[in-house]
């Protein structure tokens, strides 16, 4: 069984960073893909990157490449997402989830565990 616990969500102006972090109980943290998905209201969940269990493979979206940062720290059990540049339409709930099965094509029904979502609100 995995929890994790997302933080860092906020209302922040357009061209604003944010860096959210999700900890993760469990030992074997280190053995899982990692993802960043989001929803917006009156929108499909949708998939926003995903990192490797060693750090070594990140993949994003294409909405969000050259903005956002995927990275994890595998002693402290937590995956972050830095967002730099910051639009209105990244207004969102985000969501870390966990794929204990290896790296996949990031669909949503690949990650076995969710957390609860933190909000972050862009301001134009």
Do not use: H
Not at 27 to 36: H, V
């Amino acid at each position: 069984q995995v929890q994790l616990v997302e933080s860092g969500g906020a209302l922040v102006q357009a061209g604003g960073s944010l860096r959210l972090s999700c900890a993760a109980s469990g030992r074997s943290f280190s053995m899982y893909t990692m993802g960043w998905f989001r929803q917006a209201p009156g929108k499909e969940r949708e998939f926003v990157a995903a990192i490797s269990w060693s750090g070594g493979r990140t993949f994003y979206a294409y909405s969000v490449e050259g903005r956002f940062t995927i990275s994890r720290d595998n002693a402290k059990n937590t995956v972050y997402l830095q967002m730099n540049s910051l639009k209105p339409e990244d207004t969102a709930v985000y969501y870390c989830a966990a794929d204990t099965s290896g790296w996949g094509s990031g669909a949503a029904s690949e990650y076995d565990y969710w957390g609860q979502g933190t909000q972050v609100t862009v301001s134009s």
